[in-house]
């Protein structure tokens, strides 16, 4: 069954969300580490998100809607990079980048899933382009 637009509006705020989550998650995990590079790689990592949160939203809103502007709430069904402060406040490095292996293993799952579905060909290159660079982010935090 082909979906509808609504069907792909879905599934980019859903992706506008991870992408919010991740460029927060990443500013944090840029004012929690101590070491200057991985502050720098942190706050790159945040940069990218939110321009693929920007382009996501640009989609949306050429398909005639508001697009999703905030990261998920915690009492969301999606687990994404939740109070990602608390678990890393005071912590070593080592600690913040566990934090952020799993916020991009989550990342991963969305994209993931997007890809997954049936979408229109232009939708689909921008989604799977982003991917390339999440699936990069989420290697090389790794």
């Known amino acids: 069954m082909a979906l509808s637009t609504s069907d792909f509006i ?6 506008v969300e991870t992408c ?11 004012q929690a580490a101590t070491n200057p590079a991985l502050k720098t790689l942190f706050l790159n990592y945040a940069n990218e998100r939110g ?6 939203q640009q989609r ?17 069904l999606h687990r994404r990079w939740i109070d990602l402060k ?12 566990d934090e952020c292996e799993r916020g991009e ?15 229109p060909s ?5 989604i799977e382009r982003q991917f ?4 990069a982010a989420h290697d090389k935090v790794r």
């Open 20 to 30: 919010k989550d991740g460029e927060n998650g990443f500013r944090e995990a840029a």
């Open 122 to 126: 232009d939708l689909k290159s921008v």
């Open 132 to 135: 390339t660079g999440v699936k």
């Open 10 to 15: 879905a599934v980019l705020n859903d992706l």
């Open 51 to 56: 321009q693929y949160a920007m382009e996501l």
């Open 105 to 119: 293993d989550i990342a991963v799952e969305s994209y993931r899933n997007a890809i997954a579905k049936d979408l």
């Open 86 to 97: 608390s678990a890393i406040t005071g912590k070593s490095d080592q600690a913040v980048i």
């Open 60 to 76: 949306v809103s050429q398909l005639g809607q508001a697009p999703e502007s905030s990261g998920s709430v915690a009492a969301s």
